[in-house]
């Protein structure tokens, strides 16, 4: 999106800490409109200029009622035009809060703080650092539910199932779901929460000075995701009422209603970096500065850990254990070995379950996929 | 007996050493795993509109 400078007719960026338009040729600084967008408008059009750079190869959108003749981001006069694109106009907007230096900041010192983190990642190489607005739906939504619960109480010999019924309603009223089909699900629901007392009615001087995605995703599909984020939420909030452990839903009869769904556009940094030939995608929440990714661990420190814990913990088990057991008593040697196999196969279980989590993040942050989104708003290469 | 202590401890200090381990380099390198919850989504709270702990399991 490129906004001219009313007097000098350089490119005008929004800048984050004033959240204004600034001319960066001749230092003035103009405010944005914040008229407001009708809300019955819920399917108004707007026609864009897709626009590339031929020096950089930025992707630009532009829309109809401007005119530019040199990149936002590069400075150049190289920007051809490449398509017209009829978009939904968005109706509101979160803008960027986290400016880029304080994106990267936000990733360098939570990437320090890792204990596993290798050194070279510490030491990372930006590759590319792109803000992006991504479209979302915002949802309002009326859910009820009436449950036929299960669950177990008590514990040892005292252990029993017990059945529970529960009806609820509530009112959801910022269900958001992404409408970039480039984007997964799992990595843009990892960015939230957005805080949306800060939205504002959109405006595409916004835009400028950063990537903004289209609206691509079925709408059907969207409501379908919409429905269940609010079915998890409503569910997990049931069961928190429900004083009993591995608690499961024999029965239900769900109830929604969708009031309202709008169109909003979110703010995300995107950086890239290479190591290793593979390339790693960090995202970083353009309103709040939360950090999402998954980054590869020091093979060398896990290894040495591992084996410390690994001879500390056998040494404290050998040294207790014996007083545990009992020579003439075979009966409770064999209960105690049974105790102690269930609870070090809990443990292994625990410990997959981590590893398998961490292993999912880690694909997500290294998916092509991912690091494309970020690209095909970069350059052509 | 020392050969069931020297298998048990070695059993245990190895899953130990495992789950903390895992769950370390989930803490370390995996960054911002946690999820939005309820209340990010709403601000209205959950009604509850009729509730039994005791639910004979012939009743539904």
């Known amino acids: 999106m490129v906004v001219k400078c009313p007097c000098c007719d350089a490119a005008l960026t929004y800048d984050v800490q004033s959240s204004s338009m600034i001319c960066r040729y001749c230092g003035n600084c103009f405010s944005i409109s914040t008229e407001e967008v009708k809300p019955d408008i819920e399917e108004d059009m707007m026609e864009f200029d897709i626009y590339n750079c031929t020096t950089c190869g930025a992707e630009l959108i532009i829309n109809d009622v401007e005119s530019s003749t040199y990149c936002a981001y590069c400075g150049q006069p190289t920007i051809v035009w490449n398509r017209v694109s009829k978009q939904l106009k968005p109706q509101y907007i979160v803008p960027f809060k986290m400016s880029k230096e304080e994106a990267l900041s936000s990733i360098k010192k939570r990437l320090k703080s890792g204990f596993f983190i290798p050194k070279e990642i510490k030491n990372f190489k930006v590759d590319k650092l792109r803000g992006i607005y991504i479209p979302f739906w915002i949802y309002d939504m009326d859910y009820q539910d009436r449950q036929y619960l299960k669950g177990e109480v008590g514990s040892g010999k005292n252990r029993r199932t017990k059945y529970f019924l529960r009806e609820a309603r509530t009112s959801f009223n910022r269900i958001t779901v992404d409408a970039s089909k480039n984007l997964n699900d799992i990595s843009s629901q990892r960015l939230e929460p957005y805080m949306m007392d800060e939205i504002r009615p959109f405006n595409t001087n916004y835009f400028s000075g950063f990537y903004a995605d289209c609206n691509d995703e079925y709408e059907m599909k969207m409501n379908n995701t919409a429905v269940d984020r609010a079915e998890e939420l409503f569910n997990q909030k049931v069961f928190d009422t429900v004083r009993a452990s591995k608690i499961q839903i024999l029965k239900n009869s769900p109830r929604y209603n969708i009031k309202k769904h709008t169109y909003v556009m979110l703010p995300a940094w995107f950086l890239v970096f290479n190591q290793d030939n593979k390339s790693y995608t960090i995202m970083v929440n353009g309103q709040t500065g939360k950090t999402v990714g998954a980054v590869p661990y020091d093979k060398k420190k896990v290894t040495i850990t591992f084996s410390v814990l690994f001879a500390l913990f056998t040494a404290i088990f050998f040294t207790v254990i014996p007083f545990l057991l009992d020579v003439d008593d075979l009966e409770l040697n064999v209960k105690l070995t049974i105790m102690a196999g269930v609870f070090g196969v809990f443990m292994l279980g625990a410990g997959s379950v981590a590893r398998n989590n961490y292993k999912l993040s880690q694909q997500l942050t290294t998916a092509n996929k991912i690091k494309e989104y970020v690209a095909e708003r970069q350059d052509e290469s | ?60």
């Open chain 2, 1 to 60: 007996m020392i050969v069931l202590t020297l298998g048990l401890s070695v059993f245990l200090g190895f899953a130990a050493a495992f789950v903390i381990t895992e769950i370390s380099i989930k803490k370390s390198n995996d960054l911002g795993d946690s999820k939005a919850e309820f209340e990010d989504f709403t601000d209205a709270s959950l009604v509850i509109l009729e509730s039994k702990n005791n639910v004979r399991k012939k009743d539904f």
